[in-house]
């Protein structure tokens, strides 16, 4: 097969646009009618095209002769024609023109000019490209390399002026990605101590968080070229052609080492493969991540004689990737980019108002505090916004109003997101949140809780308490388990206590107590009702069922009121925790609110003892 010329599809266009702009050449400026008219009465018109409405025709040549038969040069050409609309059943101008001598043409109705023609062949046009390009694509192996390379959708940039100024609050992401940077810029000493540096890292965060900036900033510090393409690019590509594009990707990344490889939106391609998903249709994106894989695999970060290449992609789905991309050796390592809290936004607003002139009536620790759950990207866009109405209005600085006005735009778009702004809801879900974890801490549980938050999480959750056991265990004692399950109801306990009824928001928490409760009766034995035996089994690790006991009608209800009677021992045992340390409740509430996470010196106060 012929290898077509990566821009042969441009020619049409450039036809097209010549034969416009010949068009164009012919119309020359603008007249009105009465000037035409007056124009011809005062013999100064030589010679007109009459089509339709429209009249072109040329002026003559200061001090040319009546039957100067000539033709103009071009250059005179260009300034002497002239187009004018002529009013419908204009009957005038005709014997006008012939009175003062004009040469007249008429172009009939049917002739139609050639525009009309490329009109018509264009949608043929475009149908002929289409066509080749899946030939392009379906065919051999040079058509989709040609092809591949035509979009030129591998983005290389070098001199990345993004650095890690420009991406705030979120200093846990950028910690973890320093690292990164030095493994860039000092390859010799990674290699000397002989040490592995990790191959692939993904950013996980909502979208609009910074993730596509953090991976040019990391490549802007490092002083590295960014070599980019987008996943979600390739699920409109046929078959064979995504392949070869990470196939050139990789190459081109080996080849202009050190740099960083970046794909973006990386669930778009590396969507879990398997069944569920219709057959066919998803060839190519199954084409597209085998070859992902492949290149992963035979990819050295420290290759020999080149400088490093790290690979960064980025998601805001990691639930829906495919497990074998998160394998050790490919993405192995995950670095969460969340949502910034109240610290964060200041930041955020900082770096995005550098170069916006700011009334001093505006205060951003205020314009923070009113916007929790926006992400960068959202606070980004609510200071254009208020850059914006303050432009509309004519002024030359940024006033508070601006950005009041501004957040109920953006807000607008957020629909969904808006809620988390909703006071009562967040109000509840810091009780909630604070309530896990004063019971995991005067429950007996034994774990150590580091951070509360109600910032709104990437996976569904409106807020979160993280507790980590205080050692390794292997082994939990029924006592235990018993802790674990008051931990897990704290957040409904105190939804209860404080506004008289529970809400929607704990049923994940309900899921998890009522699983370890099945698990105590059922399979550890740990309930005195039932006993010392072991009713249900695990599915064993090849997939077959463990064989349960078969249990008569009366054990299972006995089974199921022993589950229900654990859950409500701990909601009872969280509720009277809760009521204990009520103070306590409302001051972690008070300040939670107002700082949206706790952790370190200032969760602990509360916890002390
Ligand atoms: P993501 O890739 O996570 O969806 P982007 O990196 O595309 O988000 O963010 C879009 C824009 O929002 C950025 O170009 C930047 O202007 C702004 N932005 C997002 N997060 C931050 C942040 N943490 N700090 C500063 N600006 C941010
Ligand atoms: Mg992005
Ligand atoms: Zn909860």
């Given at each position: 097969?012929?290898?077509?010329?990566?821009?042969?599809?441009?020619?049409?266009?450039?036809?097209?646009?010549?034969?416009?702009?010949?068009?164009?050449?012919?119309?020359?400026?603008?007249?009105?009618?009465?000037?035409?008219?007056?124009?011809?009465?005062?013999?100064?018109?030589?010679?007109?095209?009459?089509?339709?409405?429209?009249?072109?025709?040329?002026?003559?040549?200061?001090?040319?002769?009546?039957?100067?038969?000539?033709?103009?040069?071009?250059?005179?050409?260009?300034?002497?024609?002239?187009?004018?609309?002529?009013?419908?059943?204009?009957?005038?101008?005709?014997?006008?023109?012939?009175?003062?001598?004009?040469?007249?043409?008429?172009?009939?109705?049917?002739?139609?000019?050639?525009?009309?023609?490329?009109?018509?062949?264009?949608?043929?046009?475009?149908?002929?490209?289409?066509?080749?390009?899946?030939?392009?694509?379906?065919?051999?192996?040079?058509?989709?390399?040609?092809?591949?390379?035509?979009?030129?959708?591998i983005f290389t940039q070098r001199d990345i002026s993004v650095n890690f100024d420009d991406v705030a609050g979120v200093d846990e992401a950028k910690a973890e990605l320093r690292e990164v940077i030095d493994f860039l810029k000092n390859p010799d000493k990674y290699r000397a101590?002989?040490?592995?540096?990790?191959?692939?890292?993904?950013?996980?965060?909502?979208?609009?968080?910074?993730?596509?900036?953090?991976?040019?900033?990391?490549?802007?510090?490092?002083?590295?070229?960014?070599?980019?393409?987008?996943?979600?690019?390739?699920?409109?590509?046929?078959?064979?052609?995504?392949?070869?594009?990470?196939?050139?990707?990789?190459?081109?990344?080996?080849?202009?080492?050190?740099?960083?490889?970046?794909?973006?939106?990386?669930?778009?391609?590396?969507?879990?493969?398997?069944?569920?998903?219709?057959?066919?249709?998803?060839?190519?994106?199954?084409?597209?991540?085998?070859?992902?894989?492949?290149?992963?695999?035979?990819?050295?970060?420290?290759?020999?004689?080149?400088?490093?290449?790290?690979?960064?992609?980025?998601?805001?789905?990691?639930?829906?990737?495919?497990?074998?991309?998160?394998?050790?050796?490919?993405?192995?390592?995950?670095?969460?980019?969340?949502?910034?809290?109240?610290?964060?936004?200041?930041?955020?607003?900082?770096?995005?108002?550098?170069?916006?002139?700011?009334?001093?009536?505006?205060?951003?620790?205020?314009?923070?505090?009113?916007?929790p759950g926006f992400a960068g990207a959202d606070l980004a866009n609510l200071v254009n916004e208020a850059a914006l109405r303050a432009a509309r209005e004519g002024r030359d600085v940024v006033i508070m109003d601006d950005f009041s006005h501004a957040q109920d735009r953006v807000?607008?778009?957020?629909?969904?997101?808006?809620?988390?702004?909703?006071?009562?809801?967040?109000?509840?879900?810091?009780?909630?949140?604070?309530?896990?974890?004063?019971?995991?801490?005067?429950?007996?549980?034994?774990?150590?809780?580091?951070?509360?938050?109600?910032?709104?999480?990437?996976?569904?959750?409106?807020?979160?308490?993280?507790?980590?056991?205080?050692?390794?265990?292997?082994?939990?004692?029924?006592?235990?388990?018993?802790?674990?399950?008051?931990?897990?109801?704290?957040?409904?306990?105190?939804?209860?206590?404080?506004?008289?009824?529970?809400?929607?928001?704990?049923?994940?928490?309900?899921?998890k107590v009522t699983d370890l409760a099945r698990a105590m009766v059922l399979e550890h034995g740990l309930s005195e009702a039932v006993g010392p035996v072991s009713i249900e089994r695990r599915t064993t690790y090849l997939g077959g069922l463990g064989g349960g006991v078969e249990?008569?009608?009366?054990?299972?209800?006995?089974?199921?009121?022993?589950?229900?009677?654990?859950?409500?021992?701990?909601?009872?045992?969280?509720?009277?925790?809760?009521?204990?340390?009520?103070?306590?409740?409302?001051?972690?509430?008070?300040?939670?609110?107002?700082?949206?996470?706790?952790?370190?010196?200032?969760?602990?106060?509360?916890?002390?003892?």
């Amino acid at each position: 097969m012929p290898k077509i010329p990566r821009w042969w599809w441009i020619l049409p266009l450039v036809l097209i646009a010549l034969f416009a702009s010949l068009q164009l050449q012919g119309t020359g400026r603008e007249m009105r009618y009465d000037e035409l008219l007056a124009k011809v009465r005062a013999g100064e018109v030589r010679s007109v095209v009459l089509d339709g409405q429209t009249v072109r025709g040329e002026l003559r040549v200061d001090g040319e002769s009546d039957d100067a038969a000539r033709p103009a040069r071009p250059s005179e050409r260009h300034q002497t024609t002239f187009t004018t609309a002529r009013p419908v059943d204009d009957d005038r101008l005709v014997p006008l023109l012939e009175e003062h001598g004009v040469r007249i043409r008429v172009i009939p109705k049917s002739d139609g000019s050639w525009m009309t023609w490329i009109w018509l062949l264009l949608p043929l046009l475009l149908l002929l490209s289409l066509f080749a390009r899946m030939q392009a694509g379906a065919g051999g192996a040079p058509g989709a390399m040609a092809f591949g390379k035509s979009k030129g959708k591998i983005f290389t940039q070098r001199d990345i002026s993004v650095n890690f100024d420009d991406v705030a609050g979120v200093d846990e992401a950028k910690a973890e990605l320093r690292e990164v940077i030095d493994f860039l810029k000092n390859p010799d000493k990674y290699r000397a101590l002989g040490a592995r540096i990790p191959k692939g890292i993904l950013l996980v965060g909502p979208p609009g968080t910074g993730k596509t900036l953090l991976a040019r900033a990391v490549a802007g510090e490092a002083r590295v070229p960014f070599i980019s393409i987008s996943g979600s690019e390739f699920v409109e590509m046929f078959v064979g052609v995504g392949a070869a594009r990470v196939r050139d990707l990789f190459e081109q990344a080996t080849q202009t080492a050190p740099a960083i490889v970046f794909i973006d939106e990386l669930d778009a391609l590396g969507r879990a493969r398997g069944p569920g998903n219709m057959p066919g249709s998803n060839e190519e994106r199954e084409q597209t991540l085998n070859q992902l894989l492949v290149e992963l695999d035979g990819f050295e970060p420290l290759g020999e004689g080149r400088g490093v290449v790290v690979i960064l992609a980025a998601t805001n789905r990691p639930e829906v990737l495919d497990p074998a991309l998160l394998r050790a050796g490919r993405f192995d390592r995950q670095v969460v980019v969340d949502r910034p809290d109240r610290i964060g936004r200041r930041m955020i607003l900082g770096v995005h108002t550098r170069k916006v002139p700011l009334d001093p009536s505006v205060d951003l620790e205020v314009v923070a505090q009113r916007t929790p759950g926006f992400a960068g990207a959202d606070l980004a866009n609510l200071v254009n916004e208020a850059a914006l109405r303050a432009a509309r209005e004519g002024r030359d600085v940024v006033i508070m109003d601006d950005f009041s006005h501004a957040q109920d735009r953006v807000l607008a778009g957020l629909e969904q997101r808006s809620k988390l702004i909703d006071e009562e809801e967040r109000k509840r879900v810091a009780y909630h949140e604070c309530g896990h974890a004063l019971a995991a801490r005067f429950g007996g549980s034994g774990t150590k809780v580091h951070k509360v938050s109600i910032v709104p999480r990437s996976v569904g959750a409106l807020g979160f308490t993280m507790q980590l056991p205080e050692r390794e265990r292997r082994l939990f004692t029924r006592s235990q388990l018993e802790a674990q399950m008051v931990a897990l109801v704290g957040g409904r306990a105190a939804e209860e206590l404080v506004f008289g009824e529970a809400s929607t928001g704990a049923a994940d928490d309900l899921r998890k107590v009522t699983d370890l409760a099945r698990a105590m009766v059922l399979e550890h034995g740990l309930s005195e009702a039932v006993g010392p035996v072991s009713i249900e089994r695990r599915t064993t690790y090849l997939g077959g069922l463990g064989g349960g006991v078969e249990v008569g009608g009366k054990t299972a209800d006995l089974a199921d009121a022993e589950v229900r009677r654990l859950v409500d021992e701990a909601l009872r045992r969280a509720r009277n925790i809760l009521e204990t340390h009520r103070e306590r409740l409302e001051r972690m509430v008070e300040v939670l609110l107002e700082t949206e996470v706790l952790e370190g010196d200032a969760l602990d106060e509360f916890l002390q003892a």
